[in-house]
């Protein structure tokens, strides 16, 4: 059929909106008519050249509305609502041990452009387009396979569901999936964008005995804040060091980085007490840490983590449930565009101006 698509001509272009054709769904498929989806700095890695090759169809973060299923679908039907989430082999050790972020072919089934099956379904007038995440959103309809597809409850509005996809379970699921705090936990989070703060609901909904955040701007502090932060801290008047050795004299149990910056990942390494651990989720370089001081001598651990370690299908409808109990409010981060305006919201994003764009269709 013939859909409305940004396509990627190359690296660092802006979208071109271009009819292009989708392929029918094949038994392991759902064709769904995309309502929202929301803009992730992935995408933006994306357009960089970072992650995929070109032409490509970006966007990973998409809702709508189930329109056709394969034979073998048998989780959703035609009208359920559905948040689309990354793409799994469902067939791997991890997959079937319920970590399907940590698949392993998540990178080639997400990044690497073709379909499960090395096809492709996407085609424009210049040839074959690369999938992203296995759902390229960034279009008036999509083909995903069912392990993509998480069906929601109807009585929420689609346009703002789409960044749980993402964004908002990398935050909220590595607290509530991974680290699991106690009420006796001590967590630390450096960067307030869209996944810090999702972690910032997380670990309120948790129960974590202290918040404690750092940032660089105080809108974004001010949202933390809103959103459960015990401590809120401005990086650029004070040393997150020396704050936790004040506030925290042993240091906290969790950090998390979310900004992908070495010095401030190596920061969050530094402030754990001993035992403790620091989850990395930002996309950053080489790490200076010191094997004696900062691992063996007091049993600390780091860890990289996509996802949220989240099994979408679950943790989902586990989020829409907080935020229909009145905490789990992700949607006051949501400025919505028009997808003919796609490439004004990506320019507003990566300047900051907005935190969390979802372009509708
Ligand atoms: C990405 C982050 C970088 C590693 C792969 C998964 N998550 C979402 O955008
Ligand atoms: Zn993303």
New binding site residues.
Partial sequence: MKITAAVAPAKNQAFEMQEVELDAPKDNEVLIKIVATGV???DV?GQEGLTTPFEAVFG?EGAGIVEQVGAAVSSVKPGDHVVLS?SYCGQCRKCLAGHPGMCEK??EL??FGPNFDGSHRLHSAHGDLNLY?GQSSFATYTVADEHNVVKVPDDVDLTILGPLG??IQ?GAGTVLNYMEPSKDDTIAIFGMGPVGLAAVLGAKVAGAKRIIVFDRKESKLAFAKEFGATDCYNSLQVDPEEVIKDIEPGGVDFSLDTTGVPAVAETAVHILRPAGEAVL?G?GGDLKLNMMTDFVAESKKVAGL??GDAIPQKFIPEMIKYYQEGRFAFDKLIKVYDFKDLNQAMDDFKVGKVLKPVVKM
């Fill in positions: 992730c700095h992935t890695a990973h990354f998540f990178n997400n990044f995440f993402c964004g990398t989720v996309i996509v996802e």
